[in-house]
T-cell receptor, first 112, second 114 residues
Framework: GESVGLHLPTLSVQEGDNSIINCAYSNSASDYFIWYKQESGKGPQFIID?????DKRQGQRVTVLLNKTVKHLSLQIAATQPGDSAVYFCAENRTGRRALTFGSGTRLQVQP | DAGITQSPRHKVTETGTPVTLRCHQT?????MYWYRQDPGHGLRLIHYSYGVKDTDKGEVSDGYSVSRSKTEDFLLTLESATSSQTSVYFC?????????????FGPGTRLTVT
């Protein structure tokens, strides 16, 4: 069935570098996308979201880009810090529903 | 954790026994969700609720039932626990206005079925 997935299971970056986490989705009917950060032993924490009528949205040190043509979503983290080390999930909401579908996650490791 | 508590936080139970997990919110949000998370997987939706006594199935609902008799509480029941239901269970809540679909998650319950 249709699902949200991620290209890379683990991403290792140097502290201070920018990180880019990618996500592919297959349902063109999705109208909302969201990124979560999950630290070990904790519940997912909201980072940033974007609606399908937007291409880009910026937050504090984070930017989400949405390319509907190729059904691709990315999360950019500027000046990555050790505290950014976590698993990151993308999720989509399909039009007409109120339930998110999650990808399998990417682990971000920040090297000092 | 946005005014969400889950109880118990850890539980070990035997195969065949009933188990109920509780999610409690203080945010008065309309929507509540139960997910399970297993190694190598993201979060998979079990059931969700869109109001008191209003619930719907998610993608992995077999073997689970839910109830919501009050806005603040959403219960997940495993009628007869199996080893395949060993997992970490997360509850989430969401508002209903303005097209905001973000969900806020509780701390999780680690369930082990032996």
């Amino acid at each position: 069935g249709e699902s949200v997935g991620l290209h890379l299971p683990t991403l290792s970056v140097q502290e201070g570098d920018n990180s880019i986490i990618n996500c592919a989705y297959s349902n063109s009917a999705s109208d909302y996308f969201i990124w979560y950060k999950q630290e070990s032993g904790k519940g997912p924490q909201f980072i940033i979201d974007i609606r399908s009528n937007m291409d880009k949205r910026q937050g504090q040190r984070v930017t989400v880009l949405l390319n509907k043509t190729v059904k691709h979503l990315s999360l950019q983290i500027a000046a990555t810090q050790p505290g950014d080390s976590a698993v990151y999930f993308c999720a989509e909401n399909r039009t007409g529903r109120r339930a998110l579908t999650f990808g399998s996650g990417t682990r971000l490791q920040v090297q000092p | 954790d946005a005014g969400i508590t889950q109880s118990p936080r850890h539980k070990v139970t035997e195969t065949g026994t009933p188990v109920t997990l509780r999610c409690h919110q203080t945010e008065n949000h309309r929507y509540m969700y139960w997910y399970r998370q297993d190694p190598g997987h993201g979060l998979r939706l079990i059931h969700y609720s869109y109001g008191v006594k209003d619930t719907d199935k998610g993608e992995v609902s077999d073997g689970y039932s839910v109830s919501r008799s009050k806005t603040e509480d959403f219960l997940l029941t495993l009628e007869s626990a199996t080893s395949s239901q060993t997992s970490v269970y997360f509850c989430a809540i969401s508002e209903s206005e303005g097209g905001n679909y973000e969900q806020y998650f509780g701390p999780g319950t680690r369930l082990t079925v032996t």
